[in-house]
């Protein structure tokens, strides 16, 4: 609108354990560039003119690309705590360690020493934590926006388990002979309870005289099974395993081959 003087921006840290007020920016343009570390972030943006100011729009920053900042960070569980400990690449004024399983329950410390190492409490198991180490030269609770350095990020499971179910919507595609192409969805995040380490298919024919298992990396969502006999029924089956072991079964899932050409996809959505 014409009438706009200008806009107000709030950058504020997500956690904030300081008591200082959020990061104040004024603007006169509609955009603004921020150097910010690899913490979460809360923007607001408000208007105003010669009446005053207008209600905040609230943007959150969305989680970089990057998740992990591999070799940075060590993460050992010891006994009902969790040790991170880090070697530092120089030596600054601070570390920030912030740690969680979302934004919404992150927890942030001001470690003004220069041990490298912290000791971490209240993990509850099956949970994914999200730990960061940030270096900065300001540690009197001032604000972090300008001098706060992201030195590492990993992900920890204070104690594993198995997962909660197996993959959804098994589809038997491009069915042949002697050939079918299995395909799924990926077990959600929330259902692992563990790092997944891969998926297991085990399939059986309508005699039981076969039955075989293939055990595949975790980033895989396909399988071509081959050497498959002729006009005969087969019923599938998929699990997902961590370290803890292996989670359930989907239900078992049948196709038959043919005995010239191609059948038609088999799809039973869970």
């Not at 729009?57 to 690309?65: D, G, H, L, M, R």
């Not at 001001?110 to 198991?125: A, H, K, V």
């Not at 959804?168 to 995040?189: D, F, G, R, Y």
């Amino acid at each position: 609108s014409e009438n706009i003087l200008g806009y107000f921006v709030n950058v504020e840290r997500i956690p904030n354990s300081c008591s200082d007020s959020p990061n104040r920016i004024f603007l006169k343009d509609r955009k603004i560039l921020l150097n910010l570390s690899m913490a979460y972030y809360r923007v607001n943006i408000s208007a105003y003119n010669e009446a005053g100011e207008s209600p905040q729009a609230i943007y959150i920053v969305p989680e970089f690309s990057a998740t992990d900042l591999p070799g940075q960070i060590h993460v050992k569980r010891q006994g009902t705590n969790a040790v991170v400990t880090w070697t530092p690449e120089y030596n600054p004024k601070c570390f920030v360690v912030d740690w969680g399983t979302s934004k919404e329950d992150m927890n942030m410390k001001i470690i003004t020493t220069t041990t490298g190492n912290f000791t971490l409490d209240n993990f509850q198991p099956y949970k994914l934590y999200k730990i960061m180490v940030h270096a900065s030269d300001v540690c009197q609770c001032e604000s972090f926006i300008r001098h706060e350095k992201t030195f590492g990020v990993t992900r920890f499971y204070f104690m594993e388990g198995v997962p909660r179910t197996g993959p959804t919507n098994v589809t038997i595609l491009n069915i042949t002979k002697h050939s079918a192409l299995v395909k799924w969805n990926e077990i959600a995040a929330e259902d692992r309870l563990g790092f997944l380490r891969g998926y297991r298919i085990s399939y059986t024919d309508s005699s039981r005289k076969m039955s075989l298992a293939v055990t595949l990396n975790s980033s895989t969502t396909s399988y071509h099974l081959t050497g498959l006999k002729e006009k005969t029924m087969y019923r599938v089956q998929i699990s997902g395993f961590t370290d803890a072991g292996e989670g359930p079964l989907t239900l078992s899932q049948p196709f038959s081959t043919t005995k010239y050409g191609t059948a038609e996809p088999l799809c039973i959505c869970i």
